[in-house]
């Protein structure tokens, strides 16, 4: 499985985003996805996940109210709209893939990882 991300950029605060997530190779998307990132000389945390149905979604308390995350799986895309940013969103964003349905917050039980998208918000 291979993991393109993209939709990274500078946006000032208050401004919008969306991060794409492209799979291709070996899936059908028949996964749980799940976004994370990695802001400057801090460790990478969980910001969103959803399930291969789209039916369940978690976000981390940080990006509740403001982050959106969605699927497609006819494009084996998934998406994560990004309203309402903040300085504090600055952070290279990784989009992960794991061998379940289901949605997890949690870094290590995901199996594919993409390459990354920066996303810097400038104040």
Same mark, same amino acid.
């Given at each position: 499985?291979?993991?393109? &991300?993209?939709?990274?950029?500078? +946006? %000032?605060?208050?401004? /919008?985003?969306? !991060? /794409?997530? &492209? ?6 998307? /028949?996964?749980? *996805?799940?976004?994370?990132?990695? &802001?400057?000389? #801090? ?6 996940? @959803? ?12 990006? #509740?109210?403001?982050?959106? @995350?969605?699927?497609?799986? $006819? =494009?084996?895309? +998934?998406? !994560?709209? *990004?309203?309402?940013? =903040?300085?504090?969103?600055?952070? $290279? ?12 917050? $949690? ?7 993409? %390459?990354?998208?920066? +996303?810097? $918000?400038?104040?």
């Amino acid at each position: 499985v291979q993991l393109q &991300a993209s939709g990274g950029g500078l +946006v %000032q605060a208050g401004g /919008s985003l969306r !991060l /794409s997530c &492209a799979a291709s190779g070996r899936t059908n998307l /028949s996964n749980g *996805m799940g976004w994370f990132r990695q &802001a400057p000389g #801090k460790e990478r945390e969980f910001v969103a996940a @959803i399930s291969w149905s789209g039916g369940s979604t978690y976000l981390a308390d940080s990006v #509740k109210g403001r982050f959106t @995350i969605s699927r497609d799986n $006819v =494009k084996s895309t +998934v998406y !994560l709209q *990004m309203n309402s940013l =903040k300085p504090e969103d600055t952070a $290279v964003y990784y989009c992960a893939a794991r061998q379940s349905l289901a949605a997890s917050w $949690v870094q290590n039980e995901y199996d594919y990882w993409g %390459q990354g998208t920066l +996303v810097t $918000v400038s104040s």
